[in-house]
């Protein structure tokens, strides 16, 4: 992997976040499912977005999060995602190339609006998730440039994609260019309802492509369809090179078919808000991993990553990440 002009490349769906905190009253007199990612159409979006309070607008959606995360901590990354030549497109451009993001990808010209994710955070902590894939899930292969891809350390997806065929082949195409180029894939399961939705084919990934999987314990365990988490983190360490499973305030277990690294989880002292703790997550493993740190580091800056997102609002980090793990003392392995 030297020489390469990427740590890392990521794929997903380019979405704005517009994130607002409201009581949960707010949940309820506009009828959400509160704490879980509800998928909305464009006239939902709109009636909902027009009577959400004052709200933080920016980049988002998984991938992009993670790939904001590892810039913060110095890496070098590029971005592959979809928006339209609309308000909310430029938005989404102008943000992620300004927190130092390759983000190359020409803006569409017509089509489906661009994506937006409605956020509502309640005093709890909890986030309510309305999202109108518009434009992003319409990724196509051609969106994909291979001297881009051929130039990441590690290719890293996001499951969410995975809905829609021309952005899966969009996907597999990317993954085909990086391990020609001996590049390392990696795939975040992205929630329950995706992995019930495509467990056949994540399983698939997962057992002959799929070099590195980030998921949580639920997501694991509906991927081996158990409740046992033991036994599913059991199945994945014959399968996926690396497996890295969040355990919210445990922290995480990385493994690798010969040890299992438990890390602990870390904190500011305080939850404001859990969006994009799993994307920030990553962002520290994949940092760790691609600076040839080894498993325990990678997922102790990935938990650092992970509590600096949890305590302020939005899925973004808030300060310079590579300072601040710098002043944290990485603790002893147990």
Not at 55 to 80: L, P, Q, R
Not at 146 to 164: P, S
Not at 220 to 235: G, P, R
Request: charged share 20%; net charge negative.
């Amino acid at each position: 992997m030297a020489g390469k002009q990427f740590d890392v490349v990521g794929i997903g769906n380019a979405i704005v976040d517009v994130i607002a905190h409201v009581e949960d009253a707010f949940i309820d007199a506009n009828d959400l499912n509160k704490g879980i990612m509800t998928l909305i159409d464009a006239d939902r979006a709109s009636t909902l977005y027009s009577v959400m309070p004052p709200a933080i607008e920016a980049s988002g959606g998984s991938a992009a999060n993670t790939m904001a995360g590892v810039a913060s901590f110095g890496g070098s990354v590029a971005y592959v995602g979809k928006v339209r030549r609309d308000q909310l497109g430029e938005v989404f451009r102008h943000d992620i190339r300004a927190i130092g993001v390759h983000y190359e990808q020409e803006l569409a010209e017509d089509g489906l609006p661009t994506a937006r994710c409605l956020i509502l955070v309640t005093p709890d902590a909890e986030r309510t998730m309305n999202t109108f894939l518009g434009i992003s899930s319409l990724l196509e292969p051609e969106d994909v440039r291979e001297e881009l891809v051929a130039a990441g350390r590690v290719i890293y997806c996001e499951g969410y994609l995975w809905d829609v065929d021309s952005a899966k082949a969009a996907i597999r195409k990317a993954m085909e260019i990086g391990k020609a180029n001996g590049a390392k894939v990696a795939l975040t399961l992205s929630d329950t309802f995706c992995v019930d939705r495509h467990r056949s084919e994540f399983l698939q990934l997962v057992e002959h492509y799929v070099d590195i999987v980030f998921a949580n314990e639920a997501e694991i365990c509906s991927l081996y369809e158990t409740e046992d988490v033991e036994e599913a983190l059991l199945k994945v360490r014959g399968h996926a090179e690396i497996a890295c499973v969040t355990r919210s305030a445990r922290g995480s277990v990385v493994l690798t078919a010969d040890e299992v690294v438990t890390v602990p989880s870390w904190s500011t002292g305080e939850v404001v808000d859990t969006t994009g703790a799993g994307d920030l997550y990553a962002a520290g493993f994949l940092h760790g991993y691609t600076a040839g740190k080894d498993l325990f580091t990678s997922g102790w800056y990935g938990s650092v990553a992970a509590g600096e997102c949890i305590g302020h609002t939005g899925p973004r980090p808030e300060c310079n990440l590579a300072e601040l793990v710098a002043t944290i003392a990485v603790p002893a392995r147990v």
